[in-house]
């Protein structure tokens, strides 16, 4: 059976570690540990950690690195085969890690796992981040079984079954730590969001997969860092994937896919600027001028990943359709009755 190295990032979090961290740490596997990487918190994380779970490693940085940077540097903290980045806000069943550990037996080129993800509020549907696994189309957008765009799904079981998917969700990301190491790390410059789709699309790229697995389920309350309606969240959004799409697609169709997504984008902020929303169109503007003040670092990043992957094409886990045209024009609101798998 593998060892797990659990790491939490947390800064400033003692409420949502008080509510969430018992139950990973009543985790019922035998071989694990737990990593509190802590963001040089003030509010007496550390010293609840200490108190209550002497047994939990604590990393202990001199700044707040965010979620890329406080995870990657409490890497070389952790003794496991497989690391699980765990978000602070997730709680968790008591053999959650069962599920995870035999998939990854399975197949030594599944590099990572996710788990079912529902929301901790209301656990009959799926959870916005990551809910039944991730996966692009075909000019780049996210999108998960169970989620696309606002409108969550209830879990009738519909996706209870092991399966490729194109991403795992940075919520509760199970990934082996030798892949990890040799094909990560995070990539600081995202700051937030998209970092994890960006690490499982370079797996993809070097020939390993991606897998959802749904015999082990965690609940997300999700929106900790920044609420849903956030003209930051939406900058980030935009910013890093652009940065994504030109770090990682494939040579052949990096063109058709960045101009798409960039015309789309382009719509989308007419749209908001139609509907009044001008900081919403600010911070899409403010993305793109962004995306493109960093370019050069961006497209030397590109260089080196073409240099290193290792299949040609994009993955055979992206998706072909465009989800803005099927969403907004044809109304199709669930995962099921746009793809087939």
């Known amino acids: 059976m593998p060892f797990f190295s659990i790491i939490i990032v947390s800064w400033n979090a003692l409420h949502h570690l008080k509510t969430y961290f018992p139950s990973v740490a009543a985790t019922d596997y035998p071989h694990y540990e737990i990593i509190l990487a802590d963001n040089a918190s003030t509010d007496g994380s550390k010293q609840w950690i200490r108190e209550n ?39 968790v069943e008591p053999n959650w890690l069962n599920g995870i550990a035999t998939c990854f037996q399975k197949d030594n080129k599944i590099a990572a796992v996710q788990p079912k993800m529902l929301w901790e509020e209301d656990p009959s549907y799926f959870e916005y981040a ?31 079954y092991e399966s490729d998917i194109f991403w795992a969700s940075g919520a509760a990301l199970a990934v082996r730590k030798e892949l990890f190491e040799k094909v990560g790390p995070f990539d ?21 997969h991606v897998r959802y697995c749904p015999e082990s389920i965690v609940y997300h309350l999700g929106g900790g860092s920044l609420p849903m309606d956030s003209p930051r969240k939406l900058y980030y959004n935009y910013r890093n994937n652009l940065r994504m799409i030109w770090k990682n697609s494939s040579a052949g169709s990096i063109a058709w ?19 009044g929303d001008t900081k919403s169109f ?56 746009i793809f087939s798998q």
């Not at 039944?132 to 209830?154: H, V």
């Not at 969001?193 to 070097?206: G, K, S, T």
């Not at 896919?257 to 509907?275: E, H, P, V």
């Open 53 to 91: 779970y002497p047994h939990v490693k604590i990393a202990e940085f001199d700044n707040n690195y965010g979620y890329c940077g406080g995870n990657n540097r409490a890497v070389p903290h952790a003794n496991g085969d497989i690391l699980i980045f765990l978000n602070n806000d997730v709680r």
């Open 130 to 160: 990551g809910a039944a696994g991730g996966f692009l189309d075909k000019f780049g957008y996210p999108l998960c079984r169970g989620r696309i765009f606002d409108t969550l799904e209830k879990d009738q079981g519909q996706y209870d």
């Open 188 to 208: 600081e410059d995202f700051e937030f969001h998209m970092e994890e789709i960006d690490l499982c699309w370079r797996l993809w790229n070097m020939g390993y």
């Open 257 to 275: 896919q960045f101009i798409g997504r960039y015309l789309l984008d382009i719509a989308s902020a007419l749209k908001t600027l139609t509907d």
């Open 282 to 337: 600010k911070a899409i503007c403010r993305a793109h001028y962004d995306f493109w003040k960093g370019f050069h670092n961006t497209y030397q990043k590109r260089h080196l990943l073409q240099q290193q992957r290792k299949v040609e094409d994009n993955p055979p886990a992206m998706l072909n359709k465009a989800i803005v045209w099927e969403y907004f024009i044809k109304g199709k609101q669930k995962f099921s009755e």
